[in-house]
């Protein structure tokens, strides 16, 4: 029996903004970082243009080594993380190595 791979390319990544920042005018941005497991939104907050970057992360990290590898030149930069699943001993000494 053959088992068909089947590559997903939808997007993991989603982000809530409450209805209560609505005043501050949330708008999403695809041409900073162009990964379906990276969201990247900005807004103003007395004139200041902000950031928010949330990062899916699967188990080969691909969405940080994305990063890791393009060069972007961001200020105001918020991050916001629910569940930090990225692997390094230094904080998991069951895993045997560090993150390249």
Do not use: G
Request: with cysteine; proline share 1%; glycine share 0%.
């Amino acid at each position: 029996m053959r088992l068909l791979h089947i590559e997903n390319n939808h997007p993991r990544v989603l982000t809530y903004i409450n209805i209560r920042l609505i005043k501050l005018c949330f708008s999403l941005r695809k041409d900073i970082f162009n990964h379906k497991d990276i969201n990247i939104i900005f807004f103003f907050n007395w004139s200041i243009m902000c950031f928010i970057i949330n990062v899916y992360l699967d188990d080969q990290q691909s969405a940080l080594k994305y990063i890791k590898n393009t060069e972007v030149n961001l200020n105001n930069v918020l991050i916001i993380i629910e569940d930090l699943s990225i692997r390094d001993n230094n904080w998991d000494l069951s895993y045997s190595h560090h993150l390249t």
